[in-house]
């Protein structure tokens, strides 16, 4: 009894060290939570703004805008960015995000079996999946930390490095699998295209006869050399902004309910050690009882 007591015992006092471990995570992501949500909530009404009024210029203008990240072509080569944690403990959501990408490498599967499907991976999680799983993907490792600095300039030299390669040709399509931060709880997950940019149908008859008739000052083609780059550094940005908030929700998220568990464990743990010490309690007493009982009969 006395070995059932102490290794009770021994599990109560490792139960409590593990919460106050997920405890101390938890007010960590809360505080990065805090500041990672404050940038993407500032950030993404911009960006959202830039990147509608991009694909409504290059809806209006037709075949007829010469910019080369808005040009359709066949799709030889193509590149899937996956944007995932360094870090784990933040329950599923690493796995989602791994999830988008595995049905884009579905979406390309020619290009897959042709070797020229390329993946760059932002965050180790997405690298430690892929390298291991998907051997005939051309995997770019070299941005794996870039979470350590998630300042525009930095990321912007990723982005930049990606369109150079579409407008080389080197890429004829690049899609993103990312997280997106809605609140501390919620993170949805999405696989959207980056390059070509996307054009916006129209979808009611009134909307199709409102052609976009657009004045440019200056130049059209001055205007939109200088704009349609930043405003794709801008939306790449913004992916890496709304997976950073959304990793540290999720953490904060896992880390409460998993503290929450221990609770549970801890409640169970002590009601099964008072029941084996009351019962040992109980052992000694009739020990003693039927001992003296014993003297008094001989």
Do not use: W
């Amino acid at each position: 009894m006395g070995a059932n007591l102490k290794e009770v015992r021994d599990r109560i006092k490792s139960v409590i060290s593990t919460q106050q471990i997920t405890k101390a995570m938890k007010m960590v992501s809360a505080a990065k939570l805090r500041r990672a949500q404050q940038a993407i909530v500032q950030m993404r009404p911009y960006s959202n703004k830039l990147n509608a009024m991009l694909s409504n210029i290059v809806t209006g203008m037709g075949g007829g805008i010469d910019v080369s990240y808005a040009k359709e072509r066949e799709v030889k080569k193509a590149m899937i960015v996956v944007v995932t944690s360094n870090r784990g403990l933040c329950g599923a959501f690493n796995s989602y995000i791994i999830k988008e990408a595995v049905k884009l490498i579905g979406k390309y599967q020619t290009q897959y079996d042709a070797g020229n499907l390329s993946m760059l991976c932002i965050g180790k999680k997405g690298y430690e999946y892929f390298v291991k799983r998907h051997k005939k993907l051309n995997l770019i490792s070299d941005h794996v930390e870039l979470f350590a600095d998630l300042s525009f300039d930095n990321t912007a030299k990723v982005s930049q490095m990606v369109m150079d390669k579409f407008d080389a040709r080197d890429l004829d399509a690049v899609e993103v699998a990312y997280g997106e931060f809605k609140n501390a709880a919620v993170q949805y997950y999405r696989a959207e295209q980056f390059l070509p940019i996307e054009r916006i149908e129209p979808e009611t008859s009134e909307e199709k006869q409102l052609n976009a008739d657009f004045i440019f000052e200056p130049s059209e083609k001055e205007l939109l050399t200088h704009m349609v780059p930043s405003i794709l550094r801008t939306q790449f940005h913004k992916y890496l902004l709304d997976t950073h908030a959304s990793e540290h929700g999720a953490r904060m998220t896992a880390m409460d309910k998993a503290t929450e568990n221990a609770d549970d464990l801890l409640k169970e743990l002590r009601i099964n050690y008072n029941k084996a010490r009351q019962e040992a309690i109980t052992n000694e007493i009739s020990e003693i009882v039927g001992g003296a009982a014993a003297l008094e009969g001989s």
